[in-house]
């Protein structure tokens, strides 16, 4: 590979990274906000009480002396974070209201994809008019999967026990509330929320689907049986094809797995191909870029451990949106010229702490594959032909020389020397 072919892969990789990760307006990719790193410092953006900063806050459980290491997202700031898996972020606040010192987090871009929100449920129409169970092991994929195997496309959770099925929720006569009113804990999972009383907290049913066929530009996937914990003995494939696209960019905003044997893969779809494999000792760390238009997503789980899971975003970029590199490449702004796409929208934050794991931490460094295994390139570079050209005038020039020499030797020669050989003894000892 040519060192233009390099710098033009990695200066394409910049334009798409910057382009695709400026298309997305959620801060969150889990169910309760746990995974929030963002900026919100007060508990409502209008009228909330100012947060506290965390390694100001010794005297609560929750400070930077007892957690130093950023866990959980603490730090030297006063961001509101959801450190002990709770509901919802939430913050330390300095007005104590009946012994309470904090207060969860208004967040309105802390709203993982698939989580359409809270809705007021009056009753009358019911806000989900489908099948209806109640259960006290409810949480959030036991209802998605019972709405999921009859066909809904839609599941709601109320008050943390009760689950509705629907296909779909007027707005005009069930009006979306903050989440606040939705965050009563899932009577089967404390750290999810299912709703409140009078209030639904609805979701697609292909949230935690073991498999499915993508062709938006754009979306997220989540890992078998998210927000649950994926189940032991999964063998999944999702099937990512947006027809017309050069290249599409994956990200893994959240990756737990803890077991050895349990891994996630890409592969090319035409040549089935692993592009990348990662698992508990070797997690994404980096965006992953394949050209082409076709990818496939594979997820396995052996029958021991389970763990949280994944989500994955992914963005498809057609031949339009990377113009910029015939155009100098290096201009960072010109990645906002991508026109939006359907599907999930990305804010710049998100980019800041791009493949976020479980220790709160981030990278940006991009995986680059430069071409699809099922297609590889056959055009040899010029400068490679001439290199040969001239390696071979130096080895026809060479053996010139060394036969000159000898010629010269042979007609030169001592007319004793063959005699003289001849006596000689076969190992060359006299």
């Known amino acids: 590979m040519d060192s233009w072919t390099v710098t033009s892969a990695l200066l394409l990789a910049g334009v798409i990274s910057s382009a695709a990760f400026n298309h997305f307006d959620t801060e969150c990719y889990t169910a309760n906000g746990e995974d929030y790193r963002g900026f919100q410092n007060q508990t409502s953006l209008h009228g909330g009480k100012p947060c506290l900063f965390w390694n100001e806050t010794f005297q609560h459980p929750y400070n930077t002396l007892k957690y130093p290491n950023g866990e959980g997202g603490l730090g030297r700031h006063n961001y509101c974070r959801n450190p002990d898996g709770d509901v919802q972020p939430w913050c330390y606040i300095a007005d104590h209201e009946d012994g309470i010192y904090w207060r969860y987090c208004d967040i309105p871009t802390c709203q ?37 195997k009859q066909r809904y496309k839609l599941a709601g959770m109320e008050s943390g026990y009760a689950c509705f099925c629907g296909n779909e929720v007027d707005p005009r006569d069930h009006g979306e509330s903050p989440a606040m009113e939705c965050n009563h804990v899932c009577f089967g999972d404390h750290t999810q929320p299912c709703g409140g009383d009078g209030w639904v907290i609805i979701f697609d049913t292909r949230v935690g689907a073991c498999g499915g066929n993508y062709s938006s530009p754009s979306g997220v996937i989540y890992s ?3 927000p649950d914990k994926y189940s032991p003995g999964r063998v999944c494939y999702w099937t990512i094809q947006v027809p017309g696209s050069s ?14 044997t349990d891994m996630v893969e890409l592969l090319d779809g035409y040549s089935n191909q692993v592009v990348a494999r990662f698992d508990w000792r070797s997690p994404p760390r980096e965006l992953v870029n394949v050209t082409g238009d076709f990818v496939i997503l594979y997820f396995y789980s052996d029958r021991t451990n389970q763990a949280q899971g994944f989500a994955l975003l992914y963005q498809a970029l057609r031949s ?13 702004d010109e990645g906002e010229n991508v026109s939006s796409t359907a599907g999930p929208q990305l804010a710049g934050s998100v980019t800041e702490r791009s493949n976020s794991t479980s220790n709160g931490r981030s990278s940006q460094i991009l995986y680059v594959i430069t071409s699809s295994p099922g297609k590889p390139e056959h055009n040899m570079p010029v400068w490679t032909i001439y290199a040969l050209a001239a390696l071979l005038v130096l080895t026809v020039i060479a053996m010139v020389a060394k036969l000159l020499p000898a010629h010269h030797s042979q007609v030169t020669e001592h007319p004793n020397s063959q005699r003289l050989r001849q006596l000689q003894p076969e190992h060359g000892f006299l």
């Open 112 to 148: 993982m994809p698939g989580n359409l929100g809270c809705f007021k449920d009056s009753g009358d129409p019911p806000t989900l008019s489908g099948t209806s169970e109640t259960s006290n092991k409810l949480t959030i994929q036991n209802c998605i999967s019972f709405c999921r």
């Open 224 to 226: 078998p049986d998210f």
């Open 247 to 260: 290249a599409i960019l994956f990200n893994f905003t959240f990756f737990e797995i803890s077991d050895q």
């Open 320 to 332: 339009q949106d990377t113009r910029t590199l015939d155009a100098g490449g290096d201009d960072d």
